[in-house]
């Protein structure tokens, strides 16, 4: 069955820095793994997709992520955070055939000035 | 743009109410989710639709039940709340088209209160 862990819980960075968010899937097929983000009290926003092809994704806000198939990872990143990037960020994996998702359990990032 | 709206930020029922939770959304999309949203636990999925007056059950489908007579609309219904039903919850539709699959458009949650 499809999983995927978000191995850290919560990551705290000063403003200015670079980030890197782990997302580490289990599936047998090529997966169709996705970036969400949940701003305190929303609901959540699509930040990247990748389907196929190339397997450096750029998403909105900034954010990329790479597709690393030998690792089963798809690490979320960003050269420079800034304050308004303090969200809880939510990897997903799409489960087979019927148009599901499997989230993680998410990542908070705390932003410091 | 696309739109997702839940008919509630926030809410607050009593114990043993029966509870209604709307989800409309314009895309005509044809799948509609209801997840709920617990601290350390992610997003869980109750429910699901894969077409109108089609529905099947998520992980944790347990205390719920779901409506979708129309195709823009997805109820949730709490049949008699309880207070370890006190939760966000996320409603999300996404396409049948194969060029974007599984991706899901989210409401901005309402956040449940059973005292």
């Known amino acids: 069955a499809q999983s995927v862990t978000q191995p850290d819980i919560h990551i705290t960075v000063s403003e200015g820095a670079s980030l890197e968010l782990r997302c580490n899937y289990s599936?047998?097929?090529?997966?169709?793994l996705f970036w969400y983000v949940q701003s305190p009290g929303q609901g959540l926003q699509l930040l990247l997709k990748?389907?196929?092809?190339?397997?450096l994704v750029q998403g909105i806000k900034g954010f990329e992520a790479e597709f690393k198939r030998s690792q089963s990872t798809f690490n979320l990143r960003k050269p420079s955070v800034h304050w308004s990037d303090a969200a809880e960020y939510f990897c997903?994996?799409?489960?087979?055939?019927?148009?599901?998702?499997?989230f993680g359990k998410g990542t908070l990032l705390t932003v410091n000035p | 743009d696309v739109k997702v709206t839940q008919s509630s930020r926030y809410l607050v029922k009593r114990t043993g109410e029966k509870v209604f939770l709307e989800c409309v959304q314009d895309m005509d999309h044809e799948n509609m989710f209801w997840y709920r949203q617990d601290p350390g636990l992610g997003l869980r999925l109750i429910y699901f639709?894969?077409?109108?007056?089609?529905?099947e059950k998520g992980d944790i489908p347990e205390g719920y039940s779901v409506s979708r007579e129309k195709k823009e609309r997805f109820s949730l219904i709490l049949e008699s709340a309880s207070t370890n039903q006190t939760s966000m919850y996320l409603c999300a539709s996404s396409s049948h088209d194969r060029l974007i699959p599984y991706e899901q458009y989210f409401g901005p949650g309402t956040r449940l209160t059973v005292t």
């Open positions: 639709s894969y077409d109108v007056k089609m529905k």
């Open positions: 990748y389907f196929s092809g190339d397997t």
């Open positions: 599936y047998g097929a090529t997966p169709y």
């Open positions: 997903a994996v799409g489960r087979g055939s019927n148009y599901k998702l499997t």
